[in-house]
């Protein structure tokens, strides 16, 4: 995580400021080339993040939710875990325009070149910024006059149209649901541990954990015990409490598959000694069943069985369950004169 000395000095700095670019970067990567503390010249500027997407790679960011849609044209990506005051919108602007025009002058160059060669001049693509913020900037919302985006969740605003291109993303506004959790993450300040404990409450294979988890858990290792920042003191013991209910899940879960899987493994010996065929269509969906509860009702039912249906289908279900009423009404008949003859 961290290489060399420059990451290190950046990541003592800000440590947050870090974990947002590294989140963004992990979740960005896939789905195209994306640059973190991306330096825009002629100035010395830097972008928190610069995406440039793939064509070919929208099921990628289709996985990213919010974050997905931001990144879905070529944009830059500042992010504050407060609410920005003027002079910092101020700063992302200039830093917007500047790689607008950067970019622009590229395009032209690259353009006349193509004309020279006579091949057809290329589409300049016209980049966006967002602004991704912890907090409400209220002042800005109300100078600056903007209105929630439509077609947009609750939270997102643009400026300036198609002259700016300008997006403001106020996380503190956006809904608790999966779709936002890695823009929430990103935007840490106090919507930090909320979305950890949702992170943490996603399964194991969720994209999000996957891009996520790791990153959290690095920053956690690094700040170590020994942090006396209230901030980071709660984001230590917020991270050890829900990886702590993590592990403990996963523990359960995998008794509860060893269980299983110890079922399903029955139901196919006692099917085996029995002599009853067993496709590999049945085979796999005995194996495959995760619950509990119909392995067992499977187990009793192979041990009367004459058939693999007579366990696994439903219909068999009702034919099973009417057999053994048969089968239980002859065994009572047969016990009566027995019990007649002894009377006698």
Same mark, same amino acid.
């Given at each position: 995580?961290?290489?060399?000395?420059?990451?290190?000095?950046?990541?003592?700095?800000?440590?947050?400021?870090?974990?947002?670019?590294?989140?963004?970067?992990?979740?960005?990567?896939?789905?195209?080339?994306?640059?973190?503390?991306?330096?825009?010249?002629?100035?010395?500027?830097?972008?928190?993040?610069?995406?440039?997407?793939?064509?070919?790679?929208?099921?990628?960011?289709?996985?990213?939710?919010?974050?997905?849609?931001?990144?879905?044209?070529?944009?830059?990506?500042?992010?504050?875990?407060?609410?920005?005051?003027?002079?910092?919108?101020?700063?992302?602007?200039?830093?917007?325009?500047?790689?607008?025009?950067?970019?622009?002058?590229?395009?032209?160059?690259?353009?006349?070149?193509?004309?020279?060669?006579?091949?057809?001049?290329?589409?300049?693509?016209?980049?966006?910024?967002?602004?991704?913020?912890?907090?409400?900037?209220?002042?800005?919302?109300?100078?600056?006059?903007?209105?929630?985006?439509?077609?947009?969740?609750?939270?997102?605003?643009?400026?300036?149209?198609?002259?700016?291109?300008?997006?403001?993303?106020?996380?503190?506004?956006?809904?608790?649901? =999966? +779709?936002?959790?890695?823009?929430? %993450?990103? !935007?840490?300040?106090?919507?930090?541990?909320?979305?950890?404990?949702?992170? *943490? #409450?996603?399964?194991?294979?969720?994209?999000?954990?996957?891009?996520?988890?790791?990153?959290?858990?690095?920053?956690?290792?690094?700040?170590?015990?020994?942090?006396?920042?209230?901030?980071?003191?709660?984001?230590?013991?917020?991270?050890?409490?829900?990886?702590?209910?993590?592990?403990?899940?996963?523990?359960?879960?995998?008794?509860?598959?060893?269980?299983?899987?110890?079922?399903?493994?029955?139901?196919?010996?006692?099917?085996?000694?029995?002599?009853?065929?067993?496709?590999?269509?049945?085979?796999?969906?005995?194996?495959?069943?995760?619950?509990?509860?119909?392995?067992?009702?499977?187990?009793?039912?192979?041990?009367?069985?004459?058939?693999?249906?007579?366990?696994?289908?439903?219909?068999?279900?009702? =034919? +099973?369950?009417?057999?053994?009423? %048969?089968? !239980?009404?002859?065994?009572?008949?047969?016990?009566?004169?027995?019990?007649? *003859? #002894?009377?006698?």
């Amino acid at each position: 995580m961290l290489r060399d000395s420059w990451h290190l000095w950046e990541f003592m700095r800000n440590r947050f400021d870090h974990l947002a670019k590294q989140i963004g970067k992990q979740a960005l990567g896939p789905s195209g080339t994306t640059i973190a503390h991306d330096e825009i010249f002629p100035e010395t500027l830097h972008a928190d993040l610069r995406h440039e997407p793939h064509p070919a790679r929208k099921a990628e960011r289709k996985r990213l939710g919010l974050l997905g849609r931001i990144a879905a044209v070529l944009c830059l990506i500042e992010i504050y875990g407060h609410a920005p005051n003027a002079d910092e919108f101020r700063a992302c602007l200039a830093k917007h325009i500047a790689f607008w025009q950067l970019r622009a002058r590229k395009a032209r160059a690259h353009n006349q070149k193509r004309r020279m060669k006579q091949q057809p001049r290329e589409a300049f693509v016209e980049p966006s910024l967002w602004i991704i913020a912890a907090g409400a900037p209220t002042s800005l919302l109300t100078k600056l006059k903007l209105r929630p985006a439509r077609g947009w969740p609750a939270g997102v605003y643009f400026f300036g149209d198609d002259v700016l291109r300008v997006g403001i993303v106020v996380a503190s506004k956006l809904p608790r649901d =999966r +779709s936002t959790l890695l823009v929430r %993450l990103m !935007a840490a300040g106090p919507l930090l541990v909320p979305a950890i404990k949702e992170l *943490s #409450a996603l399964p194991r294979s969720a994209h999000e954990r996957v891009v996520a988890e790791q990153i959290l858990l690095d920053l956690q290792h690094v700040l170590g015990p020994s942090s006396r920042d209230p901030k980071e003191q709660e984001f230590i013991v917020t991270m050890r409490r829900s990886w702590e209910d993590a592990r403990t899940e996963g523990r359960t879960e995998g008794r509860t598959e060893g269980r299983t899987e110890g079922q399903a493994n029955a139901v196919l010996t006692v099917l085996r000694v029995r002599g009853i065929d067993v496709p590999d269509a049945a085979r796999k969906r005995i194996l495959a069943q995760k619950d509990l509860q119909r392995l067992e009702r499977w187990l009793k039912k192979a041990t009367i069985a004459t058939t693999i249906g007579d366990v696994i289908n439903d219909r068999g279900k009702g =034919r +099973s369950s009417g057999a053994g009423k %048969l089968a !239980a009404h002859k065994d009572r008949n047969a016990r009566k004169p027995l019990r007649a *003859s #002894a009377q006698r």
